[in-house]
């Protein structure tokens, strides 16, 4: 979400989210806030690109791609939106697509206590489409979590998986999924994935390859809709200008429709 505030400051962003930058914390709030000067901006995605080349814009490329999934999967019929992992993902209150639709956000407990706050902060409530449901994804079953907060399971929804399998087990991740097999007809499915031959085991838990990715996906009954990387987005989305991004092909995109 840094890098989303930040993008902010260009004349021409990648992605447009003039959310982003009030539901950071106060520490990231300043730093996006001293992008505004170009040099600084330079400077820090010049540092990101060092540590993790390609990563600056494939945040910006999966989150774009990904809004305007899910605002056609609503378009055709999702009625309700859950997102595993959803830390401060702001979707619920800056898509035009998702007013008045139920998104249940999931996440560690410290986190959905530091977005009750932020809620609190921006609009003195939470809004009432909006459910946080505190849950330990490594040890709970997503389907109890969302059972206990009043999600209904019989409705296509769209479950939004971003920059979440990498951090789990594989055994956690196939739980999760072993839940999204039950799924009605017609729900989506938006996932990224981190290639399997990066994954340390360490900070990085699981990973899949292109290859296999739709062989994975139809043990559970959902069946690739589009599978792209950096090249795909470079094509699709272009680079702005300036000279300092890249793109990497570690991290891809995957959409899925239960059949």
Request: glycine share 8%.
């Amino acid at each position: 979400m840094t890098i989303v505030a930040i993008e902010q400051h260009e004349p021409e962003p990648l992605l447009r989210d003039d959310l982003a930058g009030r539901f950071l914390p106060p520490g990231a709030r300043a730093i996006a806030a001293l992008a505004r000067v170009p040099f600084v901006r330079h400077a820090i995605r010049s540092a990101a690109e060092r540590r993790a080349p390609g990563s600056w814009t494939g945040v910006l490329d999966r989150k774009r791609f990904l809004d305007d999934d899910l605002t056609t999967a609503v378009g055709d019929g999702c009625e309700s939106v859950v997102i595993p992992g959803a830390g401060l993902d702001d979707r619920a209150y800056r898509l035009p697509s998702l007013a008045g639709v139920p998104v249940y956000e999931v996440d560690l407990m410290p986190n959905i206590t530091a977005k009750y706050q932020r809620l609190h902060a921006l609009y003195g409530t939470v809004p009432p489409s909006v459910t946080l449901a505190p849950a330990d994804l490594t040890v709970q079953d997503l389907g109890d979590v969302l059972a206990q907060h009043g999600y209904r399971p019989e409705r296509p929804t769209y479950f939004l998986c971003e920059a979440l399998t990498q951090y789990l087990a594989e055994d956690e991740v196939r739980r999760m999924f072993r839940f999204l097999a039950g799924a009605p007809l017609g729900s989506r499915l938006g996932l990224t994935y981190i290639r399997r031959d990066f994954i340390d085991g360490r900070h990085l838990r699981f990973g899949l390859e292109p290859e296999t990715v739709a062989e994975f996906l139809a043990e559970y009954g959902w069946s690739v809709r589009q599978d792209l990387g950096g090249g795909e987005f470079a094509r699709r989305y272009g680079c702005p200008a300036d000279t300092g991004r890249s793109r990497s092909e570690l991290e891809r995109v995957v959409t899925a429709q239960r059949r």
